[in-house]
């Protein structure tokens, strides 16, 4: 079987490394290329790819909706800063023919083509951008963007811009420190796993960044699914099942990458967290064969605890028989 | 870690016997920015890193700077870099927060004992850069205040000198009873000056996770009693005498094991405790964090009973 494979598929996330999955603390150094099957992933920490003009809109469609989106609790206004000023450097340095930034002390000078937007403002200064600056950098990147506060030996979430979130709501969990955020996880489960990764993170030096995936399937191509708006995408989740037809079920299944980001803020000791969201359709997953085998085993053996948290309750018996077909036509080949 | 090549770019004395020396980097580029607080480490021996605060721009910095005090009687480190010449080149640790200030403190009270001045000078910066509220108290010998003038400059009436540490008493007291509620506190100079802030805060009834220190001179740790440490990891067990750490205990097997200052000041030897309780004697680590147990200083911490399981 010779087939031509889309970008999407050679650049593609592909998650599983074993053949079954648990969750752990499966972090590893950020910015290392990753290489895949058929392709790589990872050689940058920001993802502008094809998609960049669609994440834009659909942020600040969100945003137009429901602003509670992105918050920022008054003690982490110079942490909102530098983590900005971070995004804008990183997009520079990785996206040049995209991102310019020019720094001459305090005074920064912004440029990004592919939005037309050139701005010069003052590091600290507010009121030199057209609005806060988190929600400015972050208007112009797909990463969802958390900002975590550390005191007191813990993790807080105190700051964000979260439109693209899968089950949960930065405006419920602001405020929270890290064990308590994660708290409905369930089995989550060898005892401690988060208790040792908010101890790695508290340890992260300043400029230190890691990385880790996180996966789920779900339904169409929603990268919003947040909390707060249950009503605009809940429904058609819920009747999915009943509406789909044969055919269109595995263009329509997409499996959600969650490359998630975790960065020691160099000047105000804030950990940021980057959420990169990235799907792939079932069919086109399946167009790699040993994606195709590994992802059933995996999908098959999840506990189903894990499938109830991670929404997959009622379609994960129809994606493990599509997958057991497609698997056993393969071998036939 | 990234270690970095730094070349000293200049030196200045100030009063009491400290001098300021500017550290640039070698190939012109902009160093990375740090958190009020944080320090470097200067490798000054074959074996030995001291750390130092830094005291310079922490935003957008073109150079580090570390203001040393010489200490003749000292191991060594404070006089090797007074013997630093312009031009000369370093090797440095990349750059370590460990006295950040606590960014939701409605309040900031920085105490300041000699030396000590040296991370609460980057604390005052960074906090009149933001518009906190905050005050400085400076304990030093008269005419011998280094890097008072920068402290009057960024603090003006926000800055309280003391002469003495008698004067500094009679009037802190009344000061810890009078703060807002939210504040914080930071202290750095002597053991004996921290402990001494830290029991007049709790018996002014402050709750201890707002009281925060870095200490400039370790007291010495008694020996302790041998236990046995099992490194989970490496599959090895070992006997830990008296006298030695678990580190040197670990290193003596041919275990790699991270660390810098082995005086359980930096954090870098940091392990994952998997069984047993540990007698912390660290200066990192809080009272919670050392309570729940969960990870220790191999350099200093001991088995609290007779037994420790670390993830080395």
């Not at chain 2, 480190?77 to 630093?84: A, I, Q, T």
Request: aromatic fraction near 8%.
């Amino acid at each position: 079987m010779t087939e031509v494979l889309s970008d999407a598929i050679r650049t593609f996330t592909y998650p599983f490394i074993h053949d079954t999955y648990r969750y752990s603390t499966n972090v590893e150094k950020a910015g290392v290329e990753q290489k895949t099957e058929v392709g790589s992933w990872g050689g940058t920490i920001l993802n502008v790819t094809d998609e960049y003009h669609h994440e834009i809109a659909e942020r600040a469609r969100v945003m137009a909706r429901d602003d509670s989106r992105y918050a920022v609790l008054p003690h982490m206004y110079p942490a909102s800063w530098d983590g900005a000023r971070h995004l804008m450097r990183l997009a520079a340095q990785e996206f040049p023919e995209h991102f310019q930034l020019e720094e001459e002390g305090d005074s920064l000078h912004w440029h990004n083509s592919l939005l037309g937007i050139d701005d010069t403002f003052r590091y600290g200064d507010d009121a030199s951008l057209p609005m806060p600056p988190l929600e400015y950098i972050g208007r112009q990147l797909g990463e969802d963007i958390v900002l975590m506060d550390e005191r007191e030996g813990h993790l807080w979430v105190d700051a964000g811009l979260v439109t693209f979130a899968a089950g949960w709501s930065l405006a419920f969990n602001v405020g929270m420190d890290f064990q308590r955020m994660h708290g409905p996880v369930p089995r989550a489960v060898p005892e401690g796993v988060f208790v040792r990764a908010e101890q790695f993170l508290l340890r992260l030096q300043p400029g230190d960044d890691h990385r880790r995936l996180n996966w789920v399937f779900q339904p169409d191509r929603h990268l919003d699914l947040g909390m707060n708006s249950y009503p605009d995408w809940l429904p058609s989740i819920m009747s999915f099942m009943d509406d789909i037809g044969d055919d269109e079920f595995a263009d329509r299944v997409h499996i959600r990458i969650e490359i998630q980001h975790f960065i020691r803020l160099a000047e105000s000791n804030a950990v940021m967290f980057l959420i990169s969201t990235r799907l792939l359709s079932l069919r086109d997953l399946a167009r790699v064969p040993s994606w195709a085998r590994q992802t059933l085993s995996v999908v098959e053996e999840v506990p189903q605890d894990m499938v109830d948290y991670k929404g997959m309750t009622d379609i994960r018996p129809a994606i493990v028989k599509w997958l057991t077909e497609y698997v056993a036509r393969l071998d036939e080949e | 870690m990234t270690s970095r090549q730094l070349r000293v770019s200049a030196i200045r004395d100030l009063p009491g016997r400290v001098r300021t020396v500017t550290l640039e980097p070698l190939d012109g580029k902009a160093l990375p920015s740090f958190a009020p607080g944080s320090n470097i480490g200067l490798q000054w021996s074959d074996k030995l890193i001291n750390s130092y605060s830094l005291v310079g721009d922490h935003s957008s910095p073109a150079s580090y700077q570390i203001s040393v005090l010489a200490q003749p009687e000292g191991s060594g480190g404070s006089l090797w870099v007074h013997n630093l010449q312009l031009g000369e080149v370093v090797t440095s640790t990349g750059v370590r927060s460990a006295f950040a200030p606590v960014a939701i403190a409605k309040h900031h009270v920085l105490v300041a004992a000699g030396i000590g001045v040296t991370p609460v000078l980057s604390h005052a910066r960074w906090h009149a850069r933001w518009g906190h509220s905050f005050d400085v108290y400076y304990v030093h010998r008269p005419g011998q205040g280094a890097h008072l003038d920068e402290l009057q400059e960024l603090c003006g009436d926000r800055l309280h000198t003391y002469a003495s540490r008698t004067e500094f008493w009679a009037e802190f007291p009344q000061v810890l009873a009078t703060q807002p509620f939210g504040t914080h506190i930071y202290t750095c100079g002597p053991l004996a000056m921290i402990d001494s802030v830290a029991q007049a805060a709790a018996e002014a009834s402050w709750p201890e996770g707002r009281v925060h220190s870095e200490a400039f001179s370790s007291a010495a740790l008694d020996a302790g009693k041998p236990f046995t440490a099992i490194f989970a990891r490496s599959g090895r067990t070992v006997t830990v005498p008296s006298g030695a750490s678990m580190l040197e205990a670990a290193e003596e097997i041919g275990i790699k094991a991270p660390y810098l200052c082995r005086q359980g000041l930096c954090g870098e030897c940091r392990v994952s405790v998997i069984a047993g309780r540990v007698d912390h004697r660290d200066l990192v680590m809080g009272a919670a964090e050392k309570e729940d147990g969960n990870s220790m200083m191999v350099c200093v911490s001991r088995a609290a009973d007779d037994l420790l399981e670390v993830d080395l």
